[in-house]
């Protein structure tokens, strides 16, 4: 019986901590050559946002399932957006014009953004790649309504069984409480600047 109210308290203490995290509107150089801030979609209920890389291994498992959850929940005012934070002087691979010809040939249907400052993941609390936010619009800020893994099978998309992601925005677009607001990111870490 402790061990259940323990368990209980450590839940709710992880769910309110989350659920409280707010975040800035930024404005981050995309590939195609332009900007891209959160003030300008007009029409955003919320975002899914994804702290991803060129590099990591596990980052590559997922620009196709990006795609499809871009394609079907933009249309609903959740668009997707990509925010690489990977520091360019430790990773040369992570620089603007690698990014282009990633986005180009995995053939993104959303925006892939530098966070060169590495300004943006620091105020997510971003720590690896890939990890996915759920951000929702209330009264007037953005508050983070899930933070983790996209789903629980990153290598093999056909033996999904968990969208944690997916079931966010599914439940948020309901107008219910993400019943599952934090779990655990599983990818490359992402290494501050000091």
């Known amino acids: 019986m402790k ?3 323990i368990f209980s308290l450590l ?3 992880m769910t309110s901590k989350v659920a409280c995290q707010t ?3 930024f404005t981050l150089p995309n ?3 332009k900007t891209v801030s959160l003030s300008q979609f007009k029409n955003a209920k919320g975002f899914i946002i994804i702290f991803t890389c060129n590099h990591c291994p596990f980052a590559q498992f997922y ?3 990006l795609n499809a959850l871009n394609k079907k929940y933009k249309a609903l005012g959740v ?5 690489n934070p990977m520091d360019t002087a430790v990773y040369a ?4 014009e690698s990014m282009k010809a990633l986005a180009a040939d995995r053939d993104f249907n959303f925006p892939y953004l530098l966070d060169a400052s590495q300004k943006v993941a620091k105020d997510f609390k971003a720590k690896r790649t890939p990890q996915a936010f759920v951000i929702w619009k209330e009264n007037g800020k953005w508050t983070v309504k899930y933070s983790g893994a996209i789903d629980d099978n990153g290598a093999e998309p056909e033996k999904v069984q968990t969208s944690f992601l997916e079931d966010a925005v599914k439940e948020l677009l309901a107008g219910k409480k993400v019943s599952n607001p934090e779990t655990a990111s599983i990818g490359c870490k992402i290494n501050y600047r000091k």
């Open 3 to 5: 061990k259940l109210l």
């Open 11 to 13: 839940l709710i203490f």
């Open 23 to 25: 975040v800035s509107d």
């Open 31 to 33: 590939v195609d050559g």
């Open 63 to 65: 620009p196709e399932r």
């Open 79 to 83: 668009p997707v957006i990509a925010v």
């Open 93 to 96: 691979e992570e620089n603007l």
